[in-house]
């Protein structure tokens, strides 16, 4: 039996004062993820730290629920913000809820027919990623991106399809500005 687990968010950081499971996500983990293959690299001597990912330990079992902070730092590979790597959920009918605590994120959603969209999320605001879209949050701002994850526990991630077609669309700085443009 699980019981019931608190756990506390500090607003003035958006990170989580209780977790069990941490994930840092380096640049060399975003092989052929990045355009500019040149800058990507070079940047991969000092193979600086993307994003990590705060996580409290539940079951993954159908009808748990993880729930999560993800912090992505500021910063670019050439013109491309960092971002996550993004994935399908491998259940493909399980959606997802984040809740923007910090920073200025975009979450890039592609479906199966490779139709993609995107939302902004700020502080507070919160972005409902639908069963059967791959996401991706990028940091178009200057300061870390700080977000709460909810989804079903048996989600599982499906990162290959990602890795091996990548998303349609990418962001991009051009005059101080995001923009999304076709790859
Ligand atoms: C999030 C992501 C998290 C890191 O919790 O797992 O933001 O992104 P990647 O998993 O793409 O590396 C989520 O969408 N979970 O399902
Ligand atoms: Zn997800």
């Known amino acids: 039996m699980f019981y019931p687990i608190t756990t506390d968010l500090d607003f003035e950081t958006g990170l989580l004062k209780q977790f069990e499971v941490k994930v840092t996500r ?3 983990d ?4 990045y355009q500019d293959e040149a800058e990507f690299e070079k940047k991969l001597a000092e193979n600086p730290i993307i994003y990590e990912v705060f996580e409290r330990r539940v079951p993954l079992e159908e009808g748990h629920l993880v729930h999560s902070v993800t912090v992505i ?4 590979i050439g013109k491309e913000y960092y971002m996550t790597k993004g994935h399908y959920h491998e259940q493909d009918k399980t959606a997802e809820i984040y809740l923007g605590l910090k920073g200025r994120g975009y979450v890039l959603m592609m479906n199966r027919e490779r139709e993609t969209t995107y939302r902004e999320m700020n502080p507070g605001t919160i972005v409902y990623v639908p069963p059967f ?7 178009v701002g200057s ?3 700080v977000f709460l994850c909810v989804y079903p526990a048996n989600a599982g991630h499906d990162y290959g399809s990602i ?9 991009i700085e051009e005059n101080q500005f995001p923009k999304i443009i076709d790859v």
């Not at 730092?73 to 670019?76: I, L």
């Not at 879209?133 to 940091?139: E, F, K, L």
């Not at 890795?163 to 962001?171: A, C, D, L, N, R």
């Open 163 to 171: 890795e091996k077609s990548g998303f349609s669309k990418i962001v």
């Open 143 to 145: 300061e870390k991106v």
């Open 26 to 28: 380096r640049l060399s």
């Open 133 to 139: 879209w791959a996401h991706r949050t990028i940091n």
């Open 30 to 33: 975003m092989k052929g993820m």
């Open 73 to 76: 730092n500021p910063g670019k």
